[in-house]
């Protein structure tokens, strides 16, 4: 330590203590007073800390370069936000093609150092403070949940989310395959099968004008669905999956509620329930309803309140078709296992989503509405065949759970309306007849509905060479009336045994404590022959051209999961009939290829119902590179 003398006002000198030139670092950072005592100051030294009085103009260590390229990178984003908005605008005023899907504008900066301008591009918000994903401070209005009659009153309404997009996504939209391809991808294969998205209001920019975070989550999943599986890496691994599912708890933590994030919720509960990956589908299709009953969907007085009014025609009906979506996946994820819907049903006066072309194209003047009691002989397009198969699905699964409830509760009340049955049977036969005719015109000679004796009469003829071949089979117009199959399946499945079931079908070994009517008996009969004919006829048919269509990737990726529930139906069946009778119930194929009566007399030879079950396994296989949940299927046949 180095003393020195100082003089007092009185005349006499004084020992004091030297202090430093300026303060230390420790105060410089958190800008507090410092008294330059050396050599540790007093906050320093109260704080038992050590005590830096060294230049400021040292090297920076690399905490410190961290925070400047954070804050560089924060301030670079804010202004290519600003940038790309009024691009965006004058693009999507200017050039309404499909080439606005998601196109990066760019912006250009100028080099401080060597004065060059650099062009690069303008991303959206993008969180870059580093790799974790910082919570966003929510501005959900609790009104709208606490008390909606305040909400509606105050005239309050849900502002945007405060949430960057975090680096991750946007590397991920960024790479491979641009986001303007997956959108092209998505639009060929998935919305034929799927149309819940407005290809026309994408097209257009009106989809762009509303960019933010949720467009991005909008985006990451059209890219997630249209992925393939790959080999070695599990489904729920896959990084554009992991990367979706923490922006969606992103966007939630951040109080976001829009018709694209739901979009997008929708999206990836398809690719769950595709991949197989459970439990996370059936939680993930709870929450798209939870999510849709807080917008207001269908109705659009009460989502006007929270996603805004409309004000075109293709946008009201984007949001009726967003709830249908879920209404389908609600439906199709309990048809294994039974259980209660979270979506309630439709009232009799929602509408079915009008024609798809007519949506796509924009054109209000073919957009004729119907609604959901119209009989089914009416024409429609492709989704609302769906919604009304879907529909047909929930009542089936509503009868079969009646149904093992009335027979674990037991006493002298019929377990099941046998009108009932009888009806539900009539409707999703000619239901099923009417789609292959409308869709599936390749498929149209497969009776659906069985005959009362062993087997079903030959349906085909093709001796006449010049009678006109039907089309070749399209996947895009499967999912109808495979919906319809796995309702004729579980509706077979729950009457078809001798025994009276008193847990369900999978039950160890029976309960005869009462026997069946002769009313019951008689539609045990109509069961087995409805499942024989169904299993060993349509299902087994529909694979052997679908092994056709899909050989290619290009109709591989227009297959939907929802077909195969059906296929496995029909699998598991022909390995039950296998079991209980051997090979004596094949279907016979005469020497023109038609299906002929069982039993012999046929010079075509024999299918047995376990060359049609492998059959119909291969179909699985094939279809297993596309959704992993057919590998699940395989996987159940074989604990036969």
Known sequence: MVLSLQPREDGSMSLQVPKASQACINCRKQKRKCDKSVPSCGLCARMNRQCDYSDSSSVPTATDVAALQARLAELENRLALAVGKETTTSTSSSSPSTTNLFTPETITTTNSRDNA??????????????????????????????????????????????????????????????????????????????????????????????AGPDLAMLFLGMKLIVTLPVEGMDSADNPVYRAAKRLLALLESGGCVSLLCLQGMILVALYEYGQGIYPAAWMSVAACARYAEMCGLPGFKESWAVLGAVTTWTESEERRRAWWAIYILDRVICLGNKKRFVLPEPEKHYLLPTDDDAWDSGDPGRALSAGITTPLEQPQGRFARLVQSSMLVSRTITHVRTTLRNHQLGGDIDPFDINEVDDLINTLTSFSTLIQQELLPSLALHPTQPPYHHHPPSPFDFSSSLSPQPPPLDPLSLPPLSLTHSALFLLYDVHCCPENLLCGTGAQGFDNFQPKTAIQQALQVRAVAGLRSLSSGVIREMCMELLDAVMLPQGLAKVSPLCLDGMYNGMATLRWLWKEGGDDGGISLGENGSLGEGGGGSTGGNVGVLQAAEDVGRCLSRLSSRWRVAEDYLGLVGLF
């Open 117 to 210: 301008a650099t062009t690069h591009p303008a991303p959206p918000v993008i969180n870059s403070r580093g790799p974790l994903w910082l919570p966003a401070a929510s501005r959900f209005p609790s009104a709208l949940l606490l008390d909606v009659d305040i909400f509606k009153w105050a005239q309050l309404s849900v502002p945007a989310p405060p949430v960057a997009v975090p680096r991750d996504v946007y590397d991920i939209l960024s790479s491979g395959k641009t986001v303007q391809d997956c959108a092209a991808e998505y639009f060929d294969t998935v919305h034929w099968w799927f149309p819940f998205i407005s290809k026309k209001r994408m097209t257009l920019g009106h989809t762009l004008g509303e």
